[in-house]
């Protein structure tokens, strides 16, 4: 089909290469520089989506990210993306693209029968009626609710795409590249600071890319191509487009989605991945996101060729695509009046402009009147005409406080309505900074108000919405910036002079009134159009009693949908605080949350995607020896740790048995790298131990170690480890494989948030450290010869101490930690060494079969000690006491985590759940980790369970099964046989001490 639409002002498209591309079966033509959006609008095609729950038509809305009604299906096969923004999609040859939320086609859409049960689906919709019966929730409400729910589908084949992830730093971040963010940049940039540039567009420029302003008497456009070319001439500044910031967090810290290739087409740049994840860490933030425009909330609102003044100028000046032949503009502010301008000079017909505002002056009304359009006074659009493409609106004069019609109805012919309700400063990144915001009464907007952090906003984001204030603001904030961070004076070079023409006053109207009241009759008023939230939604939602924003928007889905309401949200809470009889600044706002515009799951996994999970895979130094020779693996943490060593012939069960008669008897050899490894330094490093740990810690002497739990506040175990004294001031704590993360964020929230007094720092280092633990008869032997001149003997280097000195040639922590109960050695090399001290140690115990083993033999010696795993033997609701370890808990030191919750009544009555062993009745026959235990064989129905087991294994070493669990009363019951149940069959097990094997701890000296 040819481009019907496309005229010869667009600056930014090149007419002469001419791309083909299809959407939705049909080919069609556009020019290098589209969009699909602005090509389909090229091509007069306007109808593109059906809304989310009664699938009306849906037209193009907008021209960039905030756009809610363009949502396609990209391409085909595995790299068919769904709900991509047909506004943010760069046209590229052979481009495939298809609607999606409709069925058989967009034109003729079966679920729109939807929209003739339109008035029952209202806000809380759901909540009211999938109640009863409960039975069918399962097998009626659910399937059929999940059946229709979505929008694209995603694609069933693995995605053969890359993506990858980047740290930086710099001194300053601009995030924007419109007037004001190219300005701070600039001014930043010729400081010598480091700065990074973003903007989420192809080109930089922002809204000066779709108006014809005028800077220093020159088009804007020239300006922007002198400030690129010089930022581009500096070799301290990463300009980054197609890069949308989606998330800022503490510290300046912000996140930015790079789409790298996507303008190439699906497979162009193989050697390249497609999208980057950026982290940067910036010590001074510039935020010049710009601004969104507001839609006017008036009756069907929402037919195809309604779209917002804004975008039909970006679509005539910058894509040379006219939105329609005929339009009308209905507006409250003077933005609109440039809009008209320079859709009639590029060759559409607008001949009305209806404003709600009864007086309208100024330069620019004035302007449209001299080009012959009709403007209409305290008007406004009462109804509109059409219905898969709007045909005509109904005019009417209404009341100033937007309550009624008061004048009679006029129609007028078009097909194509552009609508201006104001401007919202794209606060999102503002507010995620934990920034605090107001409202300015005169702007009708939220602005920034009160920045937390190193940050400062300018020009629209900051309700500055001429062009002057913006490239004044910029300059400014970029050199003060820059000066914060050590670079220049902090004094900007005179800002460029615009050609301001001064705007009069917008006058507020959330409602534009119809011939019936909203909500009782046939028209509706749409405020998000995504979701099909009406202002007739709102207002039951405050007669039902969602009085607080939050809890409207989740009652009536506004802002939930993919643009996350970036044009619904000030419209809807306006609505609101008028139900409410309350300002709006009273009402609040709803929490702006990452991410900004959706970013890819496989951008946000990176490279460590790793086949089908995306989840990154951890890997010990010793990982290839492991891999070579022969040794199973299993995930733990997200590490890969091997699991036994199986030899030719050998399952599972005849390695663990060779595994632990080998350590029992020799020595055997363990890859604890994986085990996580907190830094802890700072003077008040022992005292902090001592408010986390249950045990004492302000005297543990230098070159000791101690085992402790963690608690949480309710008293209940979390995690345990090792942890050995360094230094006076300086410690080395150990934690969980799966635990480390979580210990670390727990330790850094009651540092940051309970105890900020404390001069105490945390940091991981198990990444920095390789840990072979060497442990049985035999290993002293072995430490002696890889370690010559250490000392070994019990006397020098008892128990629970640790050695600092040279093992097989390198620097090495040697800790006498036993998790095994025979003489174990736990050797710390710098990652680096781990191999090598790994294959050093085979090399010289291959005189004392030296034996490789892994987890599984590792949970039989310690269950054979009755050493607890914690996530094994705890899930949460066990005490240190119902371990059997009540020794662990200091009787005489302060207050420290979980102590009080020890005198709860819960937590002191009897008959909780404790940590015992079992013993079969039948020697050999080994029970299911899991199984439930009863005291009777035959019980009544439902069971009444008293506790479950929790490990259970094979033991060579003893010649029969053992078992641990958590029984009612455990520790009152020993000797007392109960009943052990499991799919069916039922064990009778003994409860007994949960140490079976060398009880006194003999073995531990070797």
Not at 153 to 160: A, C, F, G, T
Not at 961 to 979: E, F, P, T
Request: aromatic share 8%; hydrophobic share 35%; proline share 5%.
């Amino acid at each position: 089909m040819t481009e019907k639409f496309r005229t010869t002002q667009g600056t930014r498209v090149d007419r002469s290469n001419v791309i083909n591309f299809t959407f939705n079966g049909k080919n069609y033509t556009g020019a290098k520089g589209d969009t699909l959006a602005s090509a389909l609008v090229a091509n007069g095609v306007h109808l593109v989506g059906r809304s989310f729950k009664t699938h009306r038509p849906r037209g193009i809305l907008t021209a960039g990210s905030e756009e809610p009604n363009a949502i396609i299906q990209l391409e085909t096969g595995p790299r068919s993306e769904p709900n991509v923004r047909a506004t943010q999609i760069e046209l590229y040859e052979g481009l495939t693209a298809k609607s999606v939320n409709c069925w058989p086609s967009v034109n003729f859409d079966l679920a729109a029968v939807n929209s003739v049960a339109s008035r029952i689906f209202v806000a809380g919709f759901y909540y009211k009626t999938f109640m009863d019966p409960k039975s069918m929730w399962m097998t009626v409400y659910e399937p059929i609710i999940r059946r229709m729910a979505g929008l694209g589908v995603l694609p069933r084949e693995k995605d053969p795409d890359t993506y990858d992830h980047m740290n930086e730093f710099c001194e300053v971040m601009v995030v924007g590249a419109g007037p004001a963010g190219l300005s701070a940049a600039l001014e930043a940039g010729r400081t010598g600071a480091r700065v990074v540039l973003c903007d989420e567009q192809p080109e930089f420029g922002g809204s000066l890319l779709n108006t014809k302003q005028i800077i220093d008497g020159k088009p804007a456009q020239e300006w922007v191509d002198t400030a690129i070319a010089e930022l581009e001439s500096m070799d301290n500044v990463r300009l980054l487009k197609r890069a949308n910031a989606f998330g800022y967090y503490d510290h300046n810290y912000i996140t930015v989605h790079e789409r790298r290739t996507d303008h190439f087409g699906p497979g162009a740049k193989p050697g390249l991945s497609k999208h980057r994840i950026w982290h940067f860490r910036a010590k001074q933030v510039v935020l010049a996101t710009g601004s969104h425009e507001r839609p006017l909330v008036f009756a069907d609102n929402d037919r195809p060729g309604i779209m917002l003044a804004n975008a039909g100028q970006a679509y005539a000046n910058r894509y040379g695509a006219l939105p329609g032949r005929r339009g009308v503009i209905f507006t409250n502010n003077d933005s609109a009046y440039s809009v008209a301008i320079d859709l009639v000079d590029a060759g559409m017909d607008i001949p009305t402009i209806i404003d709600l505002r009864e007086i309208v002056d100024g330069d620019l009304p004035n302007a449209a009147r001299q080009k012959g359009i009709e403007v209409l006074t305290g008007s406004g659009i009462v109804a509109t005409l059409g219905r898969k493409r709007v045909t005509g609106v109904e005019v009417a004069t209404v009341s100033s406080d937007g309550s009624k019609i008061t004048g009679s109805k006029r129609k007028i012919d078009c097909d194509t309505i552009l609508t201006s309700g104001g401007w919202n400063p794209a606060v999102h990144l503002f507010s995620q900074s934990i920034g605090k915001l107001r409202y300015d009464e005169e702007k009708i907007c939220f602005v920034p108000n009160i920045s937390s952090q190193n940050e400062r906003t300018v020009g629209a984001c900051k309700g500055s919405f001429d062009l002057q204030s913006a490239l004044d603001e910029g300059a400014a904030a970029g050199a003060a910036a820059a000066k914060d961070t050590g670079f220049g004076k902090g004094k900007a070079k005179a800002s460029p002079k615009a050609l301001v023409v001064e705007e009069k006053a917008i006058k507020a109207y959330w409602v534009v009134p119809t011939d019936h009241p909203v909500g009782q009759g046939k028209r509706k008023h749409y405020v998000d159009y995504q979701h099909d939230v009406t202002a007739a939604d709102i207002m039951l939602a405050a007669r039902e009693g969602m009085h607080s924003v939050e809890h409207m928007k989740r009652y009536t889905t506004t802002g939930m949908a993919t643009d996350q309401g970036k044009l619904s949200n000030v419209n809807g809470l306006a609505i609101l605080s008028s139900q409410l009889e309350k300002d709006i600044p009273k009402v609040g706002t709803t929490t702006f949350r990452p991410p900004y515009t959706p970013v890819n799951f496989g951008a946000l996994a990176g490279r460590g995607i790793n086949g089908d999970l995306a989840d990154p895979v951890r890997r010990t130094s010793m990982y290839g020896w492991h891999l070579e020779n022969g040794a199973t693996f299993e995930p733990v943490g997200q590490w890969q740790r091997a699991w036994y060593y199986p030899k030719a012939g050998e399952d599972m069960d005849a390695a663990v048995t060779r595994e632990t008669a080998a350590l029992r008897d020799g020595v055997g050899i363990l890859d604890a790298s994986t085990l996580g490894k907190i830094d802890i330094q700072g003077k008040d490093a022992a005292k902090f131990l001592n408010l986390v740990y249950t045990n004492a810690w302000l005297k543990l002497p230098v070159g000791s170690c101690r085992y402790g739990f963690m608690l949480k506040e309710d008293g209940m175990v979390f995690d345990d480890g090792v942890t050995s004294r360094l230094g006076e001031n300086h410690f080395h704590m150990t934690t969980t494989t799966g635990g480390a993360a979580g210990v670390l964020d727990w330790l850094e929230e009651y540092l940051q948030t309970e105890w900020p007094d404390l001069e105490v720092y945390c940091t991981s280092v198990t990444e920095e450290w390789s840990t072979l633990s060497i442990g049985g008869p035999k290993a002293r032997q072995l430490l002696e010869e890889l370690a010559p001149e250490m000392d070994f003997s019990n006397e020098a280097f008892p128990f629970m101490t640790w050695r600092e000195g040279e093992v097989a040639g390198v620097p090495a922590r040697v800790f006498r930690i036993s998790f095994t109960g025979d003489l174990s050695y736990e050797i710390n090399v710098r990652n680096w060494h781990g191999l090598h001290l790994w294959k050093k140690c085979m090399e010289l115990g291959e005189k004392y079969d030296i034996t490789p083993y892994g987890t599984e033999t590792m949970h039989v010696l310690r269950a054979e000690k009755g050493f607890v795993i914690i996530g094994q033997e705890t899930d949460g609701t066990q005490t240190p006491q119902d371990l059997g370890m009540d020794w662990i808990v200091a009787k005489k030191k302060g207050d420290f985590i979980g102590r009080r919750s020890f005198s709860r009544e819960d937590t002191a009555r009897e008959n909780r759940k404790q940590l015992v062993g079992l013993v079969t009745e039948n020697p050999k026959e080994v029970l299911e980790e899991g199984a439930q235990l009863t005291y009777e064989r035959v019980n009544p129905t439902p069971a009444p369970m008293v506790g479950h087991v929790t490990s259970s294994y094979w033991s060579p070493n003893l010649g029969h099964s053992i078992a641990m669990a958590l029984v009612k009363d455990g520790h009152n019951r020993m000797g007392q046989w109960i009943y052990a149940h499991d799919r069916g069959k039922v064990t009778k097990v003994k409860i007994v001490s949960p140490v079976f094997y060398d009880p006194k701890g003999e073995r531990r000296d070797g």
